[in-house]
């Protein structure tokens, strides 16, 4: 490899392992865990890394936390970095089911144990564990939530937008189907159905939804930065649509107990549980102790008519991990 071509691989990884959590070299006498998260900008992922730091301190493990940046090559880079740094797990949100498979098989081909979480990567001969909700599931549960206030304040019909996250996302299918599956189709027009991911993209979509169709009283969000978003933007319109979604957050906990906000409930995936889940299983595993090749961490309902749940879902979360 040219010299160029080594400072720009070596810069880009260093992108990706930017501000790693734990110490800059493993200690001998104790189990290196390589974790990987998306990036440090949603909740979702800093409670998913407050969680992995938690089982880590309490399996006496040396964690390092890396950054995917939401790129395949730095995910590569990133794994190919924790091979070097001789790691005996990488826990790993696949970034694409398919095309993160080449890089997880070489260090699973080298005697790392591999446990993937947020998605289960395609070949499932590479992983030893998965760990997460059930995407279907997630949305089905928020999808009940929906029927329910149709049926109850709408007089059981409604005009309702979808916001999906974008189709290159591997929970996309299903989280659409789920919504579908728990808000059923008597009574209901899907008359929008746009993709976003993060806030200015959910703000945009759901402006864009009801200039399109005014009456439009329900809209459901995939993920927390749509959400957020479109939650925003509905407070600024003075709009009375009724607001779903998936992923809770501070922000979005304010907004439930807020009483001119529209956001009626949110299902959330517990990403600190999926985080300690996912270190603790390895870690287990590793001293010997025979753990389930697939763990389901439970969805939670987190809804207006509940402020009592999303109290503790405040107190929680911020506090820090022990």
């Not at 993920?223 to 957050?249: E, P, V």
Request: charged share 25%; with cysteine; aromatic share 4%.
């Amino acid at each position: 490899m040219k010299l160029i071509d080594r400072i720009l691989l070596a810069s880009v990884v260093a992108l990706g392992l930017g501000s790693l959590g734990g110490t800059a070299a493993f200690a001998k006498d104790r189990i290196a865990v390589g974790g990987i998260i998306y990036a440090r900008d949603s909740e979702y992922w800093q409670q998913v890394e407050k969680g992995m730091q938690a089982a880590a301190k309490e399996g006496g493990a040396d964690l390092q936390v890396a950054l995917n940046r939401r790129q395949l090559t730095t995910e590569a880079q990133v794994i190919d970095d924790f091979m070097t740094r001789g790691v005996k797990v990488i826990v790993m949100p696949p970034l694409d089911r398919e095309a993160s498979v080449s890089a997880a098989r070489l260090a699973h081909s080298q005697g790392i144990m591999i446990v993937d979480y947020d998605a289960p990567l395609a070949d499932a001969s590479i992983a030893s564990h998965t760990i997460g909700v059930d995407s279907r599931d997630l949305a089905a549960e928020v999808g009940r939530k929906m029927r329910s206030y149709i049926d109850g304040k709408l007089g059981g019909s409604a005009k309702v937008g979808l916001i999906t996250v974008p189709p290159t996302n591997p929970n996309m299918k299903a989280r659409r189907t789920g919504v579908q599956d728990g808000l059923g189709d008597k009574g209901v027009t899907i008359v929008s159905d746009v993709a976003a991911s993060t806030p200015e993209q959910g703000a945009s979509a759901f402006e864009n939804i009801l200039q399109r169709t005014p009456d439009t009283k329900v809209v459901w969000c995939a993920n927390a930065g749509s959400l957020a978003g479109a939650a925003s933007t509905a407070q600024r319109m003075k709009s009375d649509t009724a607001l779903f979604g998936i992923d809770m957050s501070q922000e979005l906990a304010r907004m439930l107990l807020d009483p001119t906000s529209h956001l009626e409930a949110v299902s959330d995936q517990q990403p600190y549980q999926i985080g300690y889940t996912a270190v603790q299983t390895a870690l287990k595993d590793l001293a010997g102790e025979k753990q389930p090749r697939n763990v389901t961490v439970p969805v939670r309902l987190y809804s207006r008519d509940d402020p009592a749940g999303v109290k503790e879902y405040l107190e929680r979360t911020a506090a820090p991990a022990k």
